[in-house]
């Protein structure tokens, strides 16, 4: 079974509209972080959270952490072609051990 | 700041033939990461490198695949002999913490 599972694993929103993508832990994590990717290349950083209730915020992207930590959710406001793409969750559990769930693909469609 | 080097970008061989991938890591990052992504699946961790000691290995198939990683630095990664199953792209990571591992633009593999 899967140890983080993301959901959906496809998402495909009308520019301008909000989404969220969710990301969900079978165990407390030390730490979760959020990439992007786009088709074909490396994985972009953006966002680690580590304190249960934490809430992260860069341009139009909000991730949280609930406060079990075991549940993360990324939001995007008024969405834009250049968010198109493919979002991963990273979890680490200890030992510095970072694994990642299976991915979101984003479509934006104008 | 020089980011993650891998190299190739690409490669198609043939089932049984063997290849090798090279990353040198950001300089200064201790932890060194292999994954490998079968498309449409999210990165599935390989080996960790700790320094020039493996912290887990545990997804990694020793019977076709080996990592090393000399004097803590560079890494190779190898596939011998191939299979049409080792077909995914592969990243190599880095950090300095676990935190804000950063990525190579990887190396996609094409086992025909």
């Known amino acids: 079974s899967q140890e983080l599972e993301q959901s959906p694993q496809s998402l495909i929103v009308q520019e301008g509209k909000n989404l969220t993508i969710n990301c969900t832990s079978s165990?407390?994590?030390?730490?979760l972080y959020w990439y992007k990717q786009k088709y074909g290349e490396g994985l972009i950083f953006l966002m680690m959270l580590q304190k249960g209730g934490e809430e992260k915020s860069h341009e139009k992207i909000t991730a949280k952490l609930d406060e079990k930590k075991q549940q993360s959710s990324l939001h995007i406001t008024a969405s834009q072609p250049s968010h198109a793409g493919i979002y991963l969750c990273?979890?680490?559990?200890?030992?510095?051990?970072?694994?990642f769930g299976q991915g979101t693909r984003l479509t934006i469609n104008p | 700041e020089a980011g993650v080097a891998q190299s190739p970008r690409y490669k198609i061989i043939e089932k049984r033939q063997s290849v090798a991938f090279w990353c040198n890591p950001i300089?200064?990052?201790?932890?060194l990461y292999w994954y490998q992504q079968i498309l449409g699946q999210g990165p599935k961790l390989l080996i960790q490198f700790q320094n020039n000691g493996v912290v887990d290995d545990s997804q990694l198939p020793k019977d076709r695949f080996s990592a090393e990683r000399l004097k803590g630095v560079d890494s190779t990664l190898k596939i011998q002999p191939a299979k049409l199953e080792d077909s995914a792209v592969y990243l190599c990571?880095?950090?300095?913490?676990?935190?804000?591992?950063?990525f190579g633009q990887g190396t996609r593999l094409t086992v025909v």
């Open positions: 990571a880095s950090s300095y913490r676990v935190t804000e591992a950063f």
């Open positions: 300089s200064g990052h201790a932890t």
């Open positions: 990273g979890a680490e559990w200890g030992a510095q051990k970072l694994v």
């Open positions: 165990k407390t994590l030390y730490g």
